[in-house]
């Protein structure tokens, strides 16, 4: 058994981890409840922010998370040309036709990143990166913090826009029921394509911060993809503070998993655990049971 | 129903397969290598079609099952000594069983969550090859014995195949095909009319997940050596994937022409890796969107397309 302090640390990364990729798992959400799509390239989404923050603290020598709303209007207008060429003409052919588009688009932006950028891993290199925030032997990394801070503060954002606003309003009635939303007037076409724009700034912000914290390569997206549904399916779907709950308990689960079985087994308890919450609790664990 | 149709598809099978049996005598190794590939390729797109076009299962897990069946096999002749035949049998049912266990958890959100479980599924799988060390870890297991030459392994897959097809016209030539688009098309009438949805729609899961299993088993004999990160990998997924949508989802002959389809694409282009799976995304995008019933769709369209062509 490691010392308390290691333990303690370990398992605060962790939930600060499960944080910071609760923004990326909204994005998945939302775009989930409002098109019906599991956008299977969302992970890819977020190889895309990371690589935009590389690059944006290589030509500007700005601190990316500074530029973080550049790097969101990035990723979200890489994304507009996606739905409008590809998504939008199969509204009316049902869910999989659009579901197997974008896993086409994902396994062709992977080999865009291969050939852009090389196959190495990088990271975001930041000069406070690796300082780490210490009491006694309780230690995590300052970046991690910050992190999940920025997480946070985006995911309340998007609470607010889609509880308070106007869109919010457009957004949760197409969600609901986009036939009827048509009906009463709602541009749903335009409010899904929005969604959608606004899933991937959603990854692409989440890909910033964690290419500042972790190192990425092209075929990061995967990996992150799965672990961001199983925050979606914990957290329930459409509950937008839900999945930021639904962040942390992954990853104090996923590094209790790590610490008890070894650090292999930190994304197999995720796994193991998005299949668990689907058998037996499918909407989400903070769902009241319903008779 | 269909039942003169059924017997003619059935007869046609047995005969081509019956001269298929004789491919060696006429063929050198590179040939039998593609014929082999060809065959487990089907066998996994008959498979998936069943699931896509028949349940509207759509699923990214057929690495989960063939990773399977490879791991059960290997262990079975490694360490009980079983024949290969019985080794493959019980590879199919633990291919079914895994897919009965883990059904309540995918047929949620009406099948919306069925191919990100699949998913999930595989990658739970591969890490727990990954990580526990009796199963080899990521190295992965050597076949103790040598595998049997290619002509033999060309057989086996041979019969493989020759059941999924036969499988498959049973599913299609039958009452069964009725039942199994019922449910596809609209859950909820289906139930009305006294269809169990969600009977149909295990049993479907797990006899394709059975077939992906069998051929998972003869594909890592002929390894002779396998490894979590190639025996789950996406790559199958994707292959089939494409098998289907390039063939045509639902469609009897779609199968068989994407299997061909994609083999010969692959060895056109295996010096070329990156290129191979870009040029195969642009490839399933543009039939989804222009062509959704693939290659063998269009083609039984086109005498219609044409007359309308040349009236205007």
């Known amino acids: 058994?490691?010392?308390?302090?290691?333990?303690?640390?370990?398992?605060?990364?962790?939930?600060?981890?499960?944080?910071?990729?609760?923004?990326?798992?909204?994005?998945?959400?939302?775009?989930?409840?409002?098109?019906?799509?599991?956008n299977l390239a969302h992970g890819d989404f977020l190889v895309v922010g990371a690589y935009a923050g590389l690059f944006f603290l290589k030509f500007t020598g700005v601190d990316p998370l500074l530029g973080l709303p550049v790097i969101a209007l990035i990723v979200a207008a890489l994304s507009v040309p996606l739905y409008r060429f590809l998504l939008a003409p199969l509204a009316e052919r049902g869910p999989e036709a659009r579901m197997m588009t974008m896993f086409a688009v994902s396994i062709i932006l992977e080999n865009v990143f291969v050939l852009a950028f090389s196959a190495d891993t990088r990271s975001i290199e930041l000069s406070y990166a690796t300082l780490p925030l210490t009491i006694g032997s309780f230690s995590v990394p300052?970046?991690?913090?910050?992190?999940?801070?920025?997480?946070?503060?985006?995911?309340?954002?998007?609470?607010?826009?889609?509880?308070?606003?106007?869109?919010?309003?457009?957004?949760?009635?197409?969600?609901?029921?986009?036939?009827?939303?048509a009906t009463l007037g709602v541009d749903v076409e335009r409010v899904q394509m929005l969604t959608f724009a606004l899933g991937a700034a959603c990854a692409g912000v989440g890909g910033a911060l964690i290419g500042a914290a972790f190192q990425f390569g092209p075929s990061s997206g995967g990996a992150y993809l799965l672990n961001s549904l199983a925050i979606v399916v914990l957290g329930g779907l459409g509950n937008v503070l839900g999945t930021l709950v639904g962040g942390v308990v992954l990853g104090f689960l996923q590094s209790l998993g790590g610490l008890a079985l070894g650090d292999g087994y930190r994304d197999l308890v995720g796994m193991a655990l998005f299949l668990l919450v689907l058998a037996f609790r499918p909407d989400g664990f903070l769902a009241r049971r319903s008779s | 129903m269909n039942a003169r149709a059924g017997g003619a598809e059935v007869a046609l099978i047995g005969v081509a397969f019956a001269a298929l049996w004789f491919a060696p005598l006429f063929t050198g190794d590179y040939g039998l290598q593609i014929a082999f590939r060809v065959l487990i390729y089907l066998t996994l797109a008959e498979s998936w079609n069943l699931l896509a076009g028949s349940a509207g299962l759509v699923s990214l897990g057929t690495s989960c099952f063939v990773g399977l069946g490879a791991y059960v096999a290997f262990g079975l002749l490694n360490n009980l000594d079983a024949p290969l035949p019985v080794a493959l049998a019980v590879a199919a049912l633990a291919g079914g069983a895994l897919a009965a266990l883990v059904s309540p958890a995918l047929f949620r959100l009406r099948g919306l969550y069925f191919t990100v479980g699949t998913l999930a599924l595989a990658e739970l799988l591969r890490l727990t090859m990954v990580n526990v060390s009796a199963f080899g870890g990521a190295t992965g297991i050597i076949l103790r014995d040598d595998p049997p030459p290619l002509p033999e392994l060309f057989h086996y897959a041979l019969v493989v195949a020759l059941i999924a097809s036969l499988a498959m016209t049973a599913c299609a030539r039958t009452r069964?095909?009725?039942?199994?688009?019922?449910?596809?098309?609209?859950?909820?009438?289906?139930?009305?009319?006294?269809?169990?949805?969600?009977?149909?729609?295990?049993?479907a899961f797990v006899l394709a997940s059975a077939l992906g299993a069998l051929a998972g088993g003869?594909?890592?004999?002929?390894?002779?050596?396998?490894e979590p990160y190639g025996m789950f990998g996406l790559q199958w997924s994707i292959d089939v994937l494409s098998m289907v949508i390039i063939g045509g989802v639902g469609l009897r002959l779609g199968s068989l022409v994407g299997a061909l389809f994609v083999v010969a694409l692959g060895e056109a282009l295996a010096d070329y890796p990156e290129a191979h799976i870009a040029i195969t995304g642009a490839i399933l995008i543009v039939l989804i969107r222009f062509a959704p019933r693939g290659v063998v769709g269009f083609a039984a369209n086109l005498p219609g397309l044409m007359r309308k062509w040349a009236v205007a």
Do not use: C, N
């Open chain 1, 1 to 38: 058994m490691p010392d308390i302090g290691v333990a303690a640390s370990t398992i605060v990364s962790g939930v600060l981890l499960g944080g910071i990729l609760a923004l990326t798992a909204l994005g998945l959400s939302i775009v989930l409840g409002v098109m019906r799509l599991v």
């Open chain 1, 142 to 181: 300052l970046i991690y913090v910050i992190g999940f801070a920025i997480s946070v503060v985006l995911i309340l954002a998007v609470h607010w826009l889609i509880s308070r606003t106007g869109f919010g309003r457009d957004l949760r009635a197409s969600a609901a029921d986009a036939q009827a939303a």
């Open chain 2, 176 to 203: 069964v095909s009725v039942i199994l688009r019922a449910v596809r098309d609209d859950e909820d009438a289906a139930a009305q009319m006294g269809v169990r949805p969600f009977r149909v729609k295990l049993g």
């Open chain 2, 218 to 226: 003869v594909q890592a004999v002929k390894l002779g050596a396998i």
